[in-house]
């Protein structure tokens, strides 16, 4: 596991880092993106960019220990930590924190629909305030040597989804932000709850891809929807990256096919069997940490979606995965109710 000391030594040593390749990402995820989820992740992909979970400015700051929101394993890099937050010298602080802990990014939530966060000036509620998320983004650049990105929406409630847009992009580009993945759907803060706000209003893919096509020098990136990598491949003739969310958590085997259709190179896992296995020490040493086994393995639940024995595997780590002292010997027998096929990667 990575903490402050050793993410530290490593920059003292003047490592390199090399470029991110942003051309797919996991989405940030509350309560899905967390550090079992991108370990496994990992089992699949190593070229996938993969984000956090939303991490607010007061949890960093005030919250102990500090591992509980920044740790990670060395596996997840590339790794980008989001930030929720807008006052210029937290944001700055935090981000400077999230570079001594050896992350790759940091990205501002300009996105989130909640109540809760719009109370404290988080998320998509900022799209209304371009000034704020410049001033912000101006002195995170200056507190850091990594990317500093931001991650919003195409407007939010009333606004005009070509001149508001454009006018918080040029606020924000002005202040030397040079990457945006943008979710092409409004938010709607007043009368729609965040779950409604997942569907309505409707996709507007083409407003991001004149984005692109009026900033050509920003790395524009695409947000919504997305479930295959067809459709990746069909994003990316328009702008520079895409993130998906739901779909990678929810049917995470299409993780395995992202290395060789988007990357053009082998990924690390030629069957879901030979990616449970591999996760399988990960767990373990988990366990050994305290981890209750479902805590971990809720993240596999979708591996065998649509797989002869991939609702009873999903049915045995439920009932079994959080009783008392439920091991190992858990997720081998939830595995065992699985046929294992001949090695595939089809998605």
């Not at 650049?141 to 606004?159: M, S």
């Not at 399988?280 to 024995?309: C, D, M, S, W």
């Amino acid at each position: 596991m990575t903490d402050k000391a050793t993410a530290t030594t490593r920059m003292d040593t003047g490592t390199a880092r090399p470029a991110l390749n942003r051309t797919f990402s996991v989405a940030p995820m509350m309560d899905w993106t967390t550090r079992d989820y991108r370990a496994f992740a990992r089992t699949l992909t190593h070229q996938a960019l993969l984000y956090t979970e939303m991490v607010t400015t007061g949890a960093i700051l005030h919250g102990s220990p500090r591992e509980r929101f920044l740790g990670y394993d060395e596996v997840e890099h590339p790794i980008a930590l989001q930030l929720g937050g807008s006052d210029p010298g937290e944001l700055a602080e935090c981000a400077a924190i999230a570079e001594a802990w050896g992350y790759d990014e940091v990205n501002l939530n300009v996105g989130c629909p909640s109540d809760r966060v719009q109370n404290n000036m988080i998320g998509a509620c900022l799209m209304g305030h371009p000034e704020k998320v410049a001033a912000a983004v101006r002195a995170m650049r200056g507190a850091v040597k990594i990317p500093v990105t931001v991650k919003c929406r195409i407007g939010i409630d009333d606004q005009d989804e070509d001149t508001d847009l454009e006018r918080f992009i040029a606020q924000v580009a002005d202040a030397g932000c040079e990457v945006f993945i943008v979710h092409a759907r409004k938010a709607w803060l007043q009368g729609l709850s965040p779950k409604e706000n997942r569907d309505i209003p409707p996709l507007n893919y083409p407003r991001v891809h004149r984005l692109k096509a009026s900033r050509p020098e920003l790395h524009i990136g695409i947000n919504g929807g997305i479930k295959t990598l067809d459709e990746c491949r069909e994003q990316l003739d328009h702008v520079d990256s895409v993130m998906v969310g739901r779909e990678a958590y929810q049917n995470p085997w299409l993780l395995a096919g992202v290395d060789e259709a988007l990357y053009g190179m082998p990924g690390p896992a030629v069957s879901r069997h030979a990616a449970a296995r591999a996760f399988r020490p990960y767990i373990a040493r988990r366990l050994e940490e305290g981890a209750k086994l479902n805590h971990v393995t809720r993240h596999l639940l979708g591996l065998f979606q649509g797989q002869p024995g991939g609702r009873r595997f999903r049915r045995h780590l439920s009932e079994n995965g959080h009783r008392d002292g439920a091991c190992l010997r858990v997720y081998d027998d939830a595995l065992s109710l699985v046929p294992e096929r001949e090695p595939t990667k089809t998605v």
